[in-house]
T-cell receptor, first 112, second 113 residues
Framework: GENVEQHPSTLSVQEGDSAVIKCTYS??????FPWYKQELGKRPQLIID?????GEKKDQRIAVTLNKTAKHFSLHITETQPEDSAVYFC???????????FGAGTRLTVKP | NAGVTQTPKFQVLKTGQSMTLQCAQD?????MSWYRQDPGMGLRLIHY???????DQGEVPNGYNVSRSTTEDFPLRLLSAAPSQTSVYFC????????????FGQGTRLTVV
């Protein structure tokens, strides 16, 4: 089955700096790559996703890039704010398989 | 619109006891799933269902049973609780398959002593 690895496990940045979280996946047939944000004690919520027919997607301060050849994708957060502090999860799945696999998560701390 | 509702929020079980975690969604989603979340291990898929009457195993199915008699409900049963099943459990639903946005319930924190 699919295996998703996520790095780093913890990330601390100063407010206003950028943050980058990287994930690699093993199944070359995977074509859907979402990112979820989980605030402390809350449920995970989708913040952005990308499909394999595009290489980059942006939504305000958040962007995701995908390199299908290398089988990795990344989350970029610019101009970080304290409210960006949370655990972020990447995931991967494919159309023909309903088994979505998540990375282990990255705890992002934004220091004011 | 309640979304995905899980009950209970907290539960303590003794080893060997059985229980059912309830999950209901009101978005008419075809796909529902159960995950467990453990520190440093992310979210691991236990079971999923692509529609009423259809269920399948995920990554860590042992010790759990599911059924999907209606589109709305997807209960998770622990047959004989073990300390290794201490975890936070999330139910999720999505419009179609596992390759569309998942909407999560608020989670159930289960402790097995």
């Amino acid at each position: 089955g699919e295996n998703v690895e996520q790095h780093p496990s913890t990330l601390s940045v100063q407010e206003g700096d950028s943050a980058v979280i990287k994930c690699t996946y093993s199944d070359s047939a995977s074509n859907y790559f979402p990112w979820y944000k989980q605030e402390l004690g809350k449920r995970p919520q989708l913040i952005i996703d990308i499909r394999s027919n595009v290489g980059e997607k942006k939504d305000q301060r958040i962007a995701v890039t995908l390199n299908k050849t290398a089988k990795h994708f990344s989350l970029h957060i610019t101009e970080t704010q304290p409210e960006d502090s949370a655990v972020y999860f990447c995931a991967a799945s494919r159309v023909t398989n309903n088994d979505m696999r998540f990375g282990a998560g990255t705890r992002l701390t934004v220091k004011p | 619109n309640a979304g995905v509702t899980q009950t209970p929020k907290f539960q303590v079980l003794k080893t060997g006891q059985s229980m059912t975690l309830q999950c209901a969604q009101d978005m008419n989603h075809e796909y529902m799933s159960w995950y467990r979340q453990d520190p440093g291990m992310g979210l691991r898929l236990i079971h999923y269902s692509v529609g009423a009457g259809i269920t399948d195993q995920g990554e860590v199915p042992n010790g759990y049973n599911v059924s999907r008699s209606t589109t709305e409900d997807f209960p998770l049963r622990l047959l004989s609780a073990a300390p290794s099943q201490t975890s936070v459990y999330f139910c999720a639903s999505s419009r179609t398959g596992g390759n569309t946005e998942a909407f999560f319930g608020q989670g159930t924190r289960l402790t097995v002593v």
